[in-house]
């Protein structure tokens, strides 16, 4: 479940000072960034993992140091892949979306942004929860 929290923090967070949200609105967690190393902690505040971009590369870590995995932007286009290297997703952007897919290309969701929230939505468009 950690893993899986820190993936999505780190999937969903650009910005300093980000905060999310669950699909009731509960507080899930937040990030900080300083530089370009952004750190990840849970609702409680505990140190989750950390991202560091280094060109159109990001490198994962979880909350130990421990390598989780990479992504690497071009054009608009992200892809995914874990600590073996393996290709694991691709995410799309284009104006204020962004859709997400699996290693297979299969649709996965997709995100919004408008007025300084992103939203998230699985594939069948069911509401998942938010940023700010």
Not at 49 to 63: C, L, M, P, V
Not at 69 to 95: A, H, K, L, P, V
Not at 119 to 128: A, D, F, L, M, T
């Amino acid at each position: 479940m950690k893993t899986a929290l820190v993936l999505s923090l780190i999937a969903a967070a650009t910005c300093y000072g980000q905060h999310f949200y669950g699909p009731n609105g509960s507080f899930n967690g937040s990030s900080r960034t300083s530089g370009n190393t952004t750190r990840y902690y849970d609702s409680g505040g505990r140190h989750v993992g950390t991202a560091e971009k280094s060109g159109n590369t990001t490198r994962y870590y979880d909350a130990r140091g421990s390598y989780q995995g990479s992504s690497t932007e071009s054009g608009g286009n992200t892809r995914y892949y874990d600590s073996r290297g393996s290709f694991r997703g691709s995410s799309s952007r284009s104006g204020s979306e962004t859709r997400y897919y699996d290693s297979r290309g299969s649709y996965c969701g997709s995100a919004s942004e408008s007025g300084g929230t992103t939203r998230y939505y699985n594939s069948r468009g069911s509401y998942q929860g938010s940023k700010r």
